[in-house]
């Protein structure tokens, strides 16, 4: 009985390999923000389209940038739904620069990562009411 389960485990790990598409060229298609746009400081809307094939969306946004990030605003994993057209993350940023990425990805393969920068302003100061 264990000679036959040893085949089939590795007959199985090959079928699920053989199956799985290849998305390693594929390009995430930033649908907003723009690459180096600048926005008002609250929530951020963070848009791309669906990629077929891809199990799931590796999401970051980082300040000031990747090579020197001091702070992480967002690390997460959204999983793909086959209806879906496009996935999106809200997120609260206060000013400063940014760097956000997205990367889809499935059980063998992830595609080339998108990288992009964002500032955000800071909210301009109400004028004070003048005095009687």
């Known amino acids: 009985m ?6 089939l485990f590795a007959l199985a790990a090959v079928g699920c390999e053989v199956l799985e598409e290849d998305i390693s060229g594929t ?3 930033i649908i907003a923000p723009a690459d180096r746009v600048s926005v008002e400081v609250g929530t951020v809307d963070f848009r791309w389209e669906a990629i077929q094939y891809a199990a799931g969306y ?8 990747f090579s020197a990030a001091e702070r ?3 690390d997460t994993v959204i999983w793909a739904d086959t ?6 993350f809200r997120a609260d940023l ?3 620069a940014y760097e956000w990425s997205v990367t889809g990805f499935n059980g063998g393969y992830r595609t080339r990562t998108e990288v992009r920068n964002l500032t ?4 301009e100061n ?3 009411p003048a005095e009687p």
Not at 120 to 123: E, I, S
């Open 2 to 7: 264990k000679k036959l389960l040893i085949p």
């Open 27 to 29: 390009q995430v298609q």
């Open 58 to 65: 590796e999401f970051t946004v980082v300040s000031p940038s």
């Open 72 to 74: 992480v605003v967002a």
């Open 83 to 88: 209806l879906a057209r496009s996935y999106g």
């Open 94 to 96: 206060a000013a400063g």
């Open 120 to 123: 955000v302003l800071p909210a």
């Open 126 to 128: 109400p004028e004070l």
